[in-house]
């Protein structure tokens, strides 16, 4: 088995349309120890199967996704939301997922220095019962286009005032290649980050500036490699998630796709300093 394939996952969100067996079936066959679990999914299956079915395909979770909305703007009341959120803590750690993803929510009609403030004491207090059980979670930045009904963290500087904000052990970042490297300073703005890195998340775009549509990575024209080579060299050695939202890519049922994906991460992976 690749080194890099050691360090590979497969996101459900990328097989939106497929059962969580058809899942692991998968991540067996390309080789992979990893998935990320998406919570509808594996709800819809019940917690207890989805342990049970990880356990006897010997598939560890790299994250689960999504936990937040603390901003109110998807109509779930702050308090039942931190309640929720506790108990995917919980399960994780139950199923040893070591990264949840966090996605705060939109600003909506919050002025900013009371949104920052709800979402910060949300996350410490989520935080401060993750640490409990060893969980870390990860925002997720989203470009502007994107984010509609899923953050207002739209840009890895506004990533990076959330997280100094908070200044807690146990929150960190959800890296999205499909988000980054569309801002022009992204080099500069992920460089103070890379510490607080938990997770980065590997997708392309059709076009190489401000694609509107993604697909699987190495298949369109963003510079994923050099987004790699940069990580690497500046000491990232977490997990990458194929984390690709894409009608095309929800539609397929076969697993050649999917294979040369792999093949194209791992001939782009650049080589370890000591090799």
Sequence with gaps: MSPVALRLAISQMTTKKWALQDDLDLAT??????VGLWRWKYEEETEQRTADLLENYGIHPSS???IGGFTGTNGYLLE??????????RYASWIGASTIVVSTGERGTHIQKHVMRVVRDSLVELADFAAEYDIHLALSPMTPSTAHGWTFVTSLRKCREVIEQCNHDHIGVCLHSFHTLQERHWKAELRPLISKLKLVRLSDGLTASKPRKQCLPFAGKMNLAAMLDFLESNGYRNLYEID?????VWQCEQIEPFQKCLQEIITNFPSAPDQ
């Design 29 to 34: 066959e390309l080789g992979l120890l990893h």
């Design 64 to 66: 689960i996704s999504f």
């Design 80 to 89: 039942d939301v931190m309640a929720e959120s506790k108990n995917v803590i």
């Design 244 to 248: 690709t939202w894409s009608d095309e």
